[in-house]
């Protein structure tokens, strides 16, 4: 047995869980240095919301984030998280963007690729797998973990092996809502890497009290690289701390081989900013302890937080048991997505407007329609006819990849982007998020010649003769 391998998840899904991703860059550089000689296996630190709280909350460019952090780990593998043909925004894109996206990703830093789909439809991974071998990144193809009566081992296995195939260079377990338990994630982990040649990851959240000791028997069944977050960072709704286990297995055959002296420089860096996330009330003590009903009822905490702000909204937080009830209803119904961003809010927005109606399906959201219609991929068991009648009648549902109903959209965007554009990235942070990025860029250029460009009109502007 190798020793253990470490991701250590600070510098993105450490703080994007609990603080809403908004450390800053400059808060990262001063202890990069050290970071890069702990020995970790990477360092995830883009992608996933933390793209978009960079251009929407932090007045930054995620592009000059990626640069400003490859500049200073010289040694260390750099990671992101890739929502497959979502990248890093809210809907599909064409391949083209897809394709262009991936090669400004890594020619900028990023080494290892992450890929998941929300509904683990394989055909949403293609485009981004082929695009980040293409450009000399390692392609990691993720599995979104749920359970449900239908999410058997089995299915996740199968899930594994379809990822292989497709040309991953490694494959991760992804427990986005800390579901895992230690029992069944032995079993599991045992049986994919009987089936798979390459790496096994795994990646869960400490949300629901388990994801040590889940972590500890994926290791005894073989896993090759465990996501940890640096202690100040860990535990709550992020995930399991780097230290614990650096310790647990030092001495052992799955020794990580990592310094503790050396992380321990890292620790310390990490706790006054973690005390200034305290005080400023953004880090809230409530996503510190065990939430059992991450278990109770499958729900990833963001969805449960973003459920009681729809009940309040609507004045009826009398509801809320109600709602709870009927999450797994709308679940069984839309053919048992995986609750991870964007499924999670779809399905939860239906079962507030369910009750709060008072009749089911009464009031239907367009995500919602589109889920039936098949416009985000395949569910994992086909929707009853019946549902799919009272959702979208007699329209058609598509059986294609949603991608290949997309036309080539780079073009556009280019010249949609073209009178902010100081760099070719900036295109994408207009694809990704519209109405931030163009915030951001008139910001920018605000601080660059003092005055907001975007307010003057050509004829105001004189010229030297």
Request: aromatic letters at 6%; one cysteine or more.
């Amino acid at each position: 047995m190798a020793k253990v391998k470490i991701t250590e998840t600070v510098l993105r899904d450490g703080h994007q869980s609990l603080i809403a991703t908004r450390m800053t860059t400059d808060e990262m550089v001063p202890i990069l240095e050290t970071m890069d000689n702990v020995g970790y296996n990477a360092l995830e630190m883009w992608g996933g919301a933390s793209y978009d709280a960079c251009l929407r909350f932090l007045d930054e460019d995620p592009w000059e984030r990626l640069r400003t952090i490859r500049k200073n780990i010289k040694k260390t593998k750099l990671q992101m998280l890739l929502r497959g043909q979502n990248l890093v925004g809210y809907k599909h894109y064409a391949d083209d963007v897809v394709y262009e996206f991936v090669d400004k990703a890594i020619s900028n830093g990023i080494d290892i690729i992450r890929i998941f789909d929300a509904l683990n439809d394989t055909r949403n991974l293609e485009a981004a797998i082929k695009a980040t071998k293409k450009f000399g990144g390692h392609a990691q193809g993720a599995i979104s973990y749920t359970i449900s009566p239908v999410h058997t081992n089995q299915v996740f296995i199968k899930l594994a092996k379809e990822i292989e195939q497709m040309g991953a260079d490694s494959i991760c377990i992804k427990d986005m809502a800390g579901l895992l338990d230690p029992y069944n994630t032995y079993e599991l982990v045992k049986a994919i890497k009987k089936e798979i040649k390459v790496p096994l990851e795994l990646h869960t959240h400490a949300t629901s009290g388990l994801g040590s000791m889940s972590y500890m028997k994926a290791i005894e069944a073989g896993a090759d690289i465990i996501d940890t977050a640096i202690s100040p960072f860990a535990e709550g709704t992020s995930q399991p701390p780097t230290e614990s286990f650096v310790a647990a297995l030092k001495g052992t055959q799955y020794d990580t081989g990592i310094d503790l002296e050396l992380l321990d420089k890292v620790t310390e860096y990490f706790i006054p900013i973690r005390q200034k996330y305290i005080d400023s009330g953004l880090m809230d003590p409530k996503l510190m302890g065990v939430d059992i009903n991450a278990l109770l009822y499958q729900v990833p905490g963001g969805m449960l937080s973003n459920l009681v702000s729809q009940l309040k909204q609507a004045n009826a937080m009398d509801k809320f048991d109600e709602v709870l009830n009927e999450i797994p209803r709308v679940r069984e119904d839309l053919g048992y997505p995986p609750l991870v961003t964007p499924t999670s809010q779809i399905v939860g927005t239906q079962a507030v407007l369910n009750v709060v109606m008072g009749e089911r399906y009464k009031m239907i959201p367009n995500e919602v329609k589109m889920v039936v219609k098949g416009m985000y991929g395949k569910t994992t068991i086909p929707i009853k006819p019946e549902i799919v009648k009272k959702i979208i009648g007699d329209e058609e549902q598509i059986t294609c990849r949603p991608a290949d109903l997309i036309p080539p959209e780079m073009d556009n965007i280019r010249k949609e982007a073209a009178k902010y554009m100081e760099q070719e990235e900036d295109a994408l942070s207009m694809a990704m998020l519209p109405k931030p990025a163009v915030d951001f860029f008139k910001s920018r250029e605000q601080r660059k010649y003092g005055i907001d460009l975007s307010l003057l009109n050509e004829e105001d502007c004189v010229y030297p003769v």
